[in-house]
């Protein structure tokens, strides 16, 4: 099939939110593109789209909508024509998409980790009893207190800055970041230890960029098939299977990590109650082209073993 390639003069249109991560990310999707097919940069465009939830953020991300709320906004302008793709974080992408759109096109994937950054400590060991943490994730959070009961848990939003300046300040001991992020911002003097999955499983997706495009959209389809990387695409397939099941609201901490050994896939999973009080945790190994099956059927155990209870909690507010 002969590829009908964007030009300056009909350029494919890049939708990315502002945030200099998703800058990056969006940049780096353009020069694979742009090398895949040998293009000049004016044969692209990068549409920086205002989205509601990087201007608000003073409240906590579960109050202003959630999951989804940074990409709502993209997504029309996708159905709308504005532009050709979007890029996303996979981390932050609610499991189903909208009608009209398919999100199937994933770049090699970074670390996958959690990093403990600290100007003052190293490892979570060195947290004193009853130290004050700061993050604003809820999975972290039900983690660290599932670990840690002793610690006190703060709200950090804000970009890597706006964190790093509140920890000198002294507000907290150390915060988590993704290490995807970092290094894609190339972050490299920022005070970050990577935390291995077996002592704070990531989210589902994390260190995953995925690529949205308009389903029909033929031109664009063949593009983005020369930037898709398999491995990474076949272990999205398993972890978002996973969260599908769970049904996962933005309130409800979970966490999964599927990795591809010796031809063989290993999922990891866990769902953990808010306060840390309580955390499931399973595997499942396989072959690799049953990670859909497998996701369900990790989760299915996951839900079993938590029973109807577990999950009441948010329906109580
Ligand atoms: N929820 C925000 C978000 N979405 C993606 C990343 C980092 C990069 C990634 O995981 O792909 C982050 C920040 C963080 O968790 O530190």
Redesign the pocket.
């Known amino acids: 099939m002969t590829v009908h390639l964007p030009s300056p003069d009909s350029p494919l249109k890049i939708g990315t939110r502002g945030s200099p ?1 998703a800058l990056a ?1 969006a940049h780096e999707t353009r020069a694979r593109l742009m090398s895949a097919f040998d293009l000049p940069e004016g044969a692209f465009q990068i549409v920086v789209i205002k989205v509601t939830g990087d201007a608000i953020q003073d409240r906590p ?1 579960k109050d202003i909508g959630g999951k989804g709320l940074f990409t709502r906004e993209i997504e029309e302008d996708l159905l709308s024509g504005k532009i050709d793709i979007a890029v996303h ?4 992408m609610p499991t189903v998409q909208p009608e009209g759109l398919v999100l199937g096109t994933y770049l090699p994937r ?1 670390d ?1 980790r ?2 403990f950054v600290s100007p003052r400590l190293r490892t979570l060991d060195d947290l004193a009893t009853g130290a004050v943490v700061g993050t604003s ?1 809820l999975r972290r959070r039900a983690q660290l207190l599932n670990r840690r009961p002793d610690l006190q848990v703060v709200e950090f939003r804000g970009n890597v800055q706006t964190r790093l300046k509140k920890l000198s300040d002294g507000v907290a001991e150390c915060t ?3 290490t ?3 290094n ?1 911002l190339k972050m490299t003097d920022v005070p970050a230890t990577p935390i291995a999955a077996e002592d704070m499983l ?2 589902v ?5 995925g690529i949205e495009r308009r389903i029909g959209d033929e031109r664009t389809a063949a593009l983005l098939d020369a930037i898709h990387h398999g491995p990474t695409g076949q272990r999205l397939v398993a972890e978002r299977s996973f969260l599908l099941t769970l049904d996962g609201s933005c309130e409800t901490p979970i966490a999964g990590l599927a990795e591809l050994h010796d031809g063989q896939l290993h999922l990891r999973g866990e769902v953990l109650r808010p306060d840390g009080s309580e955390a499931i945790f399973g595997e499942r190994r396989g072959p690799i082209s049953d990670g859909q099956r497998m996701g369900r059927d990790l989760a299915e155990e996951l839900l079993a073993r938590a029973g109807a209870d577990f999950f009441d909690w948010h329906q109580a507010s």
């Open positions: 991560l990310q991300l974080s996979m981390k932050d970074e996958v959690d990093a994730s988590f970041l993704a995807a992020g970092l894609r990531p989210a997706a994390q260190g995953a960029i």
